[in-house]
């Protein structure tokens, strides 16, 4: 009851057009996420379709791998798929909202590559 609460109180002091703004700029935040992800050797769009907020990300390493080492360091990479659908070991699901801002999207997708380039290394 007190987040349903919480989130009428916050969308009634956002308003009709303040939600419409949020809601643009979650979807613009999640684009350039998107982006700074898949412009790294390794990792493309898993399924290639439209989203708002979340998106799934096919890895270069496994999923949990990715979580497991970016947590570490104070980083909530996503979620890893692998985890409930058997066979997406691969897939990271991504979520970017209004909150994130360009210096943490960059400092997400450094660690994503550092991630990767270990990882592709350390399976040599």
Do not use: H, Q
């Amino acid at each position: 009851a007190l987040c349903a609460t919480t989130a009428a109180v916050y969308m009634s002091l956002l308003g009709k057009e303040g939600i419409k703004e949020v809601a643009l700029l979650s979807m613009e935040r999640a684009g350039e996420a998107s982006t700074a992800i898949t412009n790294i050797d390794g990792y493309e769009p898993y399924f290639g379709r439209a989203f708002l907020r979340e998106f799934p990300v096919r890895t270069p390493v496994p999923a949990s791998e990715i979580v497991r080492t970016m947590t570490d360091r104070g980083i909530l990479p996503g979620i890893d798929a692998g985890r409930w659908y058997k066979g997406m070991d691969d897939c990271l699901i991504v979520a970017a909202t209004e909150k994130r801002t360009g210096e943490e999207i960059t400092n997400l997708a450094a660690g994503l590559k550092e991630v990767a380039a270990r990882g592709v290394l350390s399976g040599m």
